[in-house]
């Protein structure tokens, strides 16, 4: 007979989706995850001239290049890649999924050449998908009150799924995986009253930077206690003391980012606020008339928990309109489209959008049982002698409403123009037209180094560069 499985219930789940992600992952989760990777490189080049940005580059030994470690390098494009809140998402967490593992992986090319001369780019995706499935599954576990007690899930649960790619990615034996994951919570960090500052990107340089050093210590023999992931753990400290029903992952789930997929944003700004963007245009184009007449008044009803990130009824800057519902609306309304240029504090400023600002109304429903990533919004305009309403049912960028290449490329483009580095579509195209096979350190190596030149060249008041 058997003996009895003493490990806790998310390491006997966790496990087999570390050791077998290397047969396991379908073509079409690869091609997703290339997405992916595409899309937060693109927000990391938008966001490499940010001030926060350059606050990480420079806490890095004044920011010399030579004198950076990987989980400096971590810190730096981990912050870049969430400084416009322009990366990926996924409600079954209520996070970012990307950018802490994609980050943190980038960071840690340089011992990856040295320790794996084959290394493919299947083998990057790979880790990646088991870092997402990490985090994400961990985030389903602890459900929706670890983000209402005020914790940053993406930072949070990120550093633990990024410590997972990168322990996947440099074939660390199952048992130095697992004390990378038990050190990794133990530096789990990230709250949401940071939001609206330039603290909430740091916390995923923070979650990235705390990977790598925890998988690095794991390498080099740091022991840790796998109760991490028992009853008295992470999951019973992240979750206020409260009790958590049983783990519903098992071997052999589909991967989350195949089913129910992740949503890229069209918007640069707080996942809360796309449908709401979505339901004001699309009136807006019913309404034409309207957009240049009297002031309007905009009705907006959320299922419970949805206004959660959104702290600011009237913001003071552009971080803060990042977070404004009542800000997003309005600049819908009267520009048209919601864009990075939206969010310059000269634009959050301006007379007519604070005007209108003050005719927003945003109220939630108290009915349980609606699901975040699903639950419609409902937007309802007024004028003089009109009102139109919309149910936004779909979620714009999801699976339901996939951004299409073309639109990624642009995306691409517009961040590239935005932050670090010259628009040309043939570093993105390489990326997601590579194979599986191709050698993952001629493809990613020259992206690793252009984004870090560009966060440099900002830091010094130059142009932007070539990737």
């Known amino acids: 007979m058997n003996a009895p499985d003493s490990r806790p219930a998310f390491l006997a789940a966790w496990d087999p989706c570390y050791q077998h992600a ?5 073509d079409e989760a690869l091609r997703q995850a290339a997405r992916s990777w595409l899309d937060t490189l693109a927000v990391s080049a938008g966001g490499a001239t940010e001030r926060c940005t350059q606050a990480a580059l420079q806490s890095c030994a004044g920011g010399r290049d030579d004198a950076l470690s990987p989980a400096d390098v971590a810190l730096v494009l981990g912050t870049a890649s969430h400084a416009l809140d322009y ?8 996070c970012h999924p990307s950018a802490p593992p994609i980050a943190a992986l980038l960071a840690l090319l340089p011992v990856l050449r040295q320790q794996r001369a084959d290394l493919r780019w299947g083998d990057i995706l790979r880790a990646y998908i088991v870092g997402t499935e990490t985090t994400l599954r961990l985030g389903q576990w602890l ?3 670890h983000y209402a007690l005020g914790f940053h899930a993406t930072s949070t649960l990120g550093t633990v799924g990024a ?3 990168c322990a996947h990615a440099l074939r660390l034996p199952l048992a130095q995986a697992h004390a990378a994951l038990s050190i990794a919570a133990s530096s789990a960090c990230g709250l949401r009253a940071n939001f609206g500052t330039d603290l909430k990107p740091l916390h995923v340089g923070f979650a990235a930077a705390g990977a790598v050093r925890a998988v690095m210590l794991a390498r080099a023999g740091a022991a840790a206690s796998d109760d991490v992931w028992g009853d008295k753990g992470f999951v019973l400290a992240f979750n206020g003391g409260q009790p958590v029903a049983p783990l519903a992952w098992t071997a052999g789930d589909a991967w989350a980012i195949e089913s129910p997929g992740f949503e890229h944003k069209r918007f ?5 606020t796309h449908r709401l963007i979505a339901g004001v245009t699309r009136i807006r184009e019913r309404q034409p008339d309207a957009v240049r007449g009297q002031p309007v008044t905009i009705e907006i009803d959320f ?3 949805g206004l959660a990130p959104l702290k600011y009824p009237i913001p ?3 971080l803060e309109g990042k977070f404004s519902g009542a800000y997003c609306a309005s600049a819908a309304w009267l520009d048209g489209s919601v864009t990075l240029s939206s969010f310059d504090d000269a634009a959050v400023m301006g007379d007519a959008v604070r005007a209108q600002m003050h005719r927003v109304t945003l109220s939630e429903r108290t009915r349980e049982g609606e699901a975040l990533d699903s639950a419609p919004i409902r937007v309802t305009i007024s004028g003089a002698g009109w009102r139109d309403e919309q149910l936004v049912d779909w979620a714009p960028g999801s699976a339901s409403d996939p951004m299409t290449r073309d639109q990624l490329l642009g995306k691409w483009r517009d961040c590239a123009r935005h932050g670090a580095m010259a628009r040309d579509d043939a570093p993105a195209v390489r990326l997601l ?8 350190e001629p493809l990613l190596a020259p992206l690793r180094e252009s984004l870090l030149a560009g966060i440099r060249l900002a830091s010094l008041g130059g142009h932007k560069i070539a990737a």
């Open 22 to 26: 290397g047969s396991a992952v379908s």
């Open 87 to 94: 990366d990926d998402v996924s409600m079954l967490a209520t």
């Open 143 to 145: 459900g929706f009150p």
């Open 163 to 165: 410590a997972a790619a």
């Open 268 to 272: 640069p700004s707080c996942y809360m």
């Open 303 to 305: 299922p419970k928990n």
């Open 316 to 318: 003071g800057n552009g």
């Open 433 to 440: 037209d590579a194979s599986a096979h191709t050698a993952a």
